[in-house]
């Protein structure tokens, strides 16, 4: 039998100091190399979103990747990302730490749309507490 597995876990991660260093005129590239990594650890990117100040990322794990591998990969890779490609002449760095948060099949609609609709959910203050803040 392959491996493979139904392991959902919704990552969220801030920068230093919760500071908005993530601009808008980057924000797809840096998610765009966010999923590559998770390919790279062979798990799937489901969602991924967030504001100037912390990213959220909905995955499913591969069987053979812990939650602690994928976010070290993730942040250091994007980091690096961001401090020599996208914003070089600007300071960057993610706070230590993440939030991992485990869920089923049938959260998954509903967790993609609140990560795909962050701008909205700040603005209008219908944001889900609990995985908005790891600190």
């Known amino acids: 039998m392959a491996n493979r597995s139904d392991l959902y876990v919704h990552m969220v991660w801030t920068t230093a100091g919760r500071r908005p260093l993530i601009p808008d005129a980057v924000r797809s590239r840096l998610y765009a190399l966010i ?24 995955v499913r794990l591969h069987p053979a990747t812990s ?12 980091s690096h990302f961001m401090r020599t490609t996208l ?42 507490p609990t995985v908005e803040s790891p600190d």
């Open 35 to 58: 999923g590559q990594r998770c390919r790279g650890l062979s798990c799937i990117a489901l969602a991924i979103g967030g504001m100037p100040d912390h990213v959220h990322l909905l």
């Open 67 to 78: 939650v602690a591998a994928l976010a070290k990969d993730v942040k250091g890779a994007s």
């Open 87 to 128: 914003v070089p002449q600007a300071y960057f760095q993610w706070q230590s730490g993440y939030g991992a948060f485990s869920l089923g099949v049938s959260d998954l609609p509903k967790l993609q749309a609140y990560i795909h609709h962050q701008a909205e959910h700040h603005h209008n203050g219908t944001l889900i």
